[in-house]
């Protein structure tokens, strides 16, 4: 048996990593270290919380004391790391917090799984040889595009919100453990995820619980920022392919070739809604432009070339078939609330 730290899972992403992959490998034992911050709910979890492989903690990531004790106490022999303040709003808002946990909290796990795993830079304890840190990453650290192009592992980092600029220096320290230590640690950086166990703060669930409610439907600016969407499962499988397989030291780019407009997102599933849980008028008509988000960043889109070619990954959803399925799961949360 293996005991893999698992980091800020009671989230979205993590919520839906857990149960593909403590079914996928009967030989891990996952450990969730999760603050239950606003963005977490371990109602996310309800699936597995009673699952014999499975441990949830309630702590901070920031917390060294409590980290060392997880290592030492479980014997941590991996670490898959969600956990960070995700909300680009948030993060105009509020910056304190993304630098605290994105960055010192990274820093902290990195440096003790360091100090367990290994004696001296580039030499290993023999047990922890095989040992991987992997940080979970997003695209926008590239910043943002034209009209044309894609963003590469070769890309430069350009980040342009406090969020995007915080998980680019968690990036850097995972970057500098790697060749200043010898860690094994991979960085993925994907794309836009949607999918089941969003928080409803973003975009997808806003629309689809704003459409039932019968309330404007909020979309920033003209409509036309690019986002380049990615089923959740798909950045799961592509999570656990690299975990595996990836070569240490390397950074894979996750991106599903899904660049879709806001205007296309909400019309889209407006025409879902409207086929579903018809009303008198189209939930077209709720569509209303607010006021843009400082410093919106245009387009992220992802080429995956990578993680295609080198470890044969392919995304199983295309948006249309993967909106449909979280449209399904969000009407069955939203409508029994209103019961
Ligand atoms: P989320 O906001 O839904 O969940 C974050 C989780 O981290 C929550 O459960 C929260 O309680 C926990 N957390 C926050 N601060 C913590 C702390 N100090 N200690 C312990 N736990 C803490 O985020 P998500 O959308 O699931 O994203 C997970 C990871 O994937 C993040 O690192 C994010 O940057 C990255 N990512 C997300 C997307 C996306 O589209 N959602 C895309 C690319 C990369």
């Not at 590239?142 to 995007?164: I, V």
Request: aromatic share 12%; with cysteine; proline share 4%.
């Amino acid at each position: 048996m293996k005991n893999i730290l698992v980091t800020g899972c009671a989230g979205f992403i993590g919520s839906n990593f857990i149960p593909y992959f403590l079914d996928k490998y009967p030989e891990y034992n996952l450990i969730n270290l999760d603050l239950l911050t606003y963005a977490g709910d371990l109602k996310n979890l309800k699936e597995v919380e009673d699952h014999p492989r499975y441990k949830f903690i309630k702590g901070d990531i920031c917390n060294r004391e409590l980290v060392e004790f997880i290592f030492s106490e479980y014997d941590i022999q991996g670490v898959i790391h969600f956990a960070a303040e995700s909300h680009v709003d948030n993060s105009i808002k509020n910056p304190g917090i993304f630098v605290q946990t994105n960055v010192n909290g990274t820093f902290t796990l990195i440096d003790v799984a360091y100090k367990k795993w290994m004696r001296s830079p580039f030499v290993h304890n023999e047990k922890y040889k095989a040992s991987r840190f992997h940080h979970i990453s997003t695209d926008e650290v590239y910043g943002t595009l034209g009209d044309t192009g894609l963003f590469s592992e070769e890309t430069p980092y350009a980040p342009n919100s406090p969020y995007s600029a915080s998980k680019a220096s968690s990036d850097m320290i995972v970057r500098s453990y790697r060749h200043t230590y010898g860690m094994n640690t991979v960085i993925t950086n994907c794309s836009n995820n949607y999918g089941p166990k969003q928080h409803n703060e973003k975009l997808i669930p806003t629309i689809i619980k704003k459409a039932l409610a019968n309330e404007p439907i909020p979309i920033y600016g003209d409509g036309k920022n690019i986002r380049d969407w990615l089923y959740v499962l798909d950045h799961c499988k592509g999570i656990d392919l690299v975990y595996h397989t990836g070569k240490a030291g390397e950074v894979y780019n996750i991106g599903g070739r899904n660049e879709r407009d806001n205007l296309y997102i909400v019309n889209k599933i407006c025409e879902i809604l409207d086929v579903k849980v018809p009303a008198k008028k189209s939930y077209k008509d709720l569509i209303t432009f607010v006021e843009d988000r400082a410093g919106h960043d245009r387009r992220y889109a992802i080429d995956a070339t990578k993680i295609e070619t080198e470890l044969g990954w392919r995304a199983d959803e295309n948006f249309e078939s993967g909106i449909v399925k979280t449209v399904e799961w969000y009407l069955l949360k939203f409508q029994a609330h209103t019961k």
